[in-house]
């Protein structure tokens, strides 16, 4: 039997930070990383093998890290594990002994058990495996005619790729806009309007109700009774928690199978942690569970249970999700931090909202300027942000994890106001409007009233 201090069970996001924050804070301790893939793909990165950076190959997830701290990897399966004394048994036959264990399993592609056909061939999910997607990607290359299913951001950046490769690609999305469960209508009509000018054909308020084929797919039939030719389908339909193995171990899990873990990532059994897609979490505005399932959530989440292992850090805390979205489609960037305005009024906020639209350079003719809107959500009762939209160029990015540090940080508009902004015409818009400070200035007035 082998031994180590920490094992990490899953070598994604999740189990890179939480193996490397171990490390690095606890150097004196043996960690170990066992994963089933020997080279791990960047989560948010898959969409681009099928267009932009062309094979897999330029999407690996590094393992310098990792290595040049002396974490040790393991490419194998853990198939079970016994919590009373602290052993794990994996696929090879091997057994490791631990003293603290993280649990960082991620998630899985959902398909729904209601759909027929899905067990055809040149169906495809898009789930976080280098060799499914090498022969995904190679299969492909025969096939032309894609519906894509589900039009989150996957799956609106998945059509988009394919379509620049050359694919005849049909999006299909029940909802009445793509992107709809994270961004106002007028935002998400903005991406509609852009990725159909790009080619896409996008169907929306339609559902697909049947995988039509004699072996291998030949047709799409929809709600409305439609049928569609196609030649593939790909089901970008949403991600569950992977939690059989922590269900096997007895780990308690909450109403929709997610790790029950509390703010510093421990379950409820000793020395057992759990971060990432697998874990449950909670909104950071509402308190309510959440199922948001985000790269960048699962790292802060395994930062706190590496910083929590050998003891409460009470800067280590994982409070809620603020929910941190971003996508690109062509040359214009899209993002959403916190709630939209749709999301706090049901859930009873009383709320002011305020946008500008401005240009990202000053002045705006320099080659590569964008128009920028900046929309943000607050409490009328104290001027607390809530949340905020972004619609620009490819630096929105960086602005919507701005929006995201002021909720974290429970700022306000009148903070925004006299918030210090940096400038330079090559790279922001202008200090005199700035869309994120003069979108609080449209706020501020209205709660003056």
């Known amino acids: 039997m082998k031994k180590t201090d920490v094992l990490v069970i899953g070598g994604s996001a999740t189990g890179l930070v939480a193996a490397i924050t171990a490390k690095s804070n606890f150097p004196e301790k043996d960690v170990t990383v066992i994963r089933k893939e020997e080279k791990v793909m960047i989560p948010c990165g898959i969409p681009y093998i099928y267009g932009t950076v062309g094979t897999s190959d330029n999407n690996i997830l590094p393992d310098g890290g990792l290595v040049n701290l002396g974490v040790n990897i393991v490419v194998d399966e853990v198939i079970s594990v016994d919590t009373e004394k602290k052993v794990v048994s994996t696929k090879k036959g091997e057994q490791y002994e631990y003293d603290k264990l993280i649990m960082g399993t991620g998630s899985m592609p959902i398909v729904p058990g209601w759909l027929k056909g899905t067990d055809l061939e040149n169906v495809f999910t898009i789930p976080k495996d280098k ?18 299913v589900g039009a989150g951001f996957i799956g609106v950046e ?7 490769a050359g694919k005849e690609v049909t999006l299909v999305e029940i909802q009445d806009t793509i992107l709809g ?10 991406a509609q309007g852009i990725l159909a000018e790009r080619g896409v054909d996008v169907k929306t308020k339609v559902g697909i109700s049947e995988i039509v084929g004699d072996g ?13 030719e196609a030649d593939a389908v790909i089901l970008s339909m949403g991600y569950k928690p992977n939690t059989e193995l922590a269900k096997d171990m007895g780990l308690t899990l909450n109403k929709f199978g997610f790790i029950e873990a509390d703010q510093h990532r421990r379950t409820e059994v000793k020395d057992v942690f759990a971060a990432g897609d697998c874990a449950s979490k909670v909104d950071f505005s509402t308190g309510k569970i959440s199922r948001i399932m985000l790269a960048s959530t699962a790292c802060t989440e395994a930062r706190v249970a590496g910083l929590n292992l050998y003891g409460l850090c009470t800067f280590a805390t994982f409070r809620g999700t603020v929910g941190i979205y971003s996508t690109c489609i062509g040359e214009t960037g899209l993002g959403v931090a916190g709630l939209i305005e749709k999301a706090a009024i049901a859930e009873g906020f009383n709320i002011a909202t305020g946008s500008f639209t401005g240009m990202n350079r000053h002045p705006g003719k320099f080659g590569d300027a964008h128009k920028q809107t900046v929309k943000l959500i607050v409490s009328k009762n104290t001027g607390l942000i809530l949340g905020g939209e972004v619609l620009g160029g490819k630096e929105i990015g960086e602005l919507t994890n701005a929006i995201g540090i002021a909720i974290q940080n429970h700022m306000t508009v009148n903070d925004l106001l006299v918030t210090q902004i940096g400038t330079q015409p090559m ?23």
């Not at 060799?131 to 894509?148: N, R």
């Not at 998945?158 to 620049?164: G, M, Y």
């Not at 291998?216 to 929809?222: A, D, L, P, R």
């Open 181 to 190: 469960m994270t961004f106002d209508e007028e935002f998400a009509l903005e």
């Open 427 to 449: 790279l922001t818009a202008s200090p005199a409007g700035y869309p994120l400070v003069k979108a609080a200035e449209a706020i501020a007035k209205q709660l003056k009233k």
């Open 131 to 148: 060799v499914y997607l090498d022969e995904f990607q190679e299969k492909l290359k025969g096939l032309d005619k894609i519906v894509v």
């Open 216 to 228: 291998k797919v030949q047709s799409v039939k929809f709600n409305t009774g439609e049928v569609m």
């Open 158 to 164: 998945i059509s988009d790729e394919l379509n620049k």
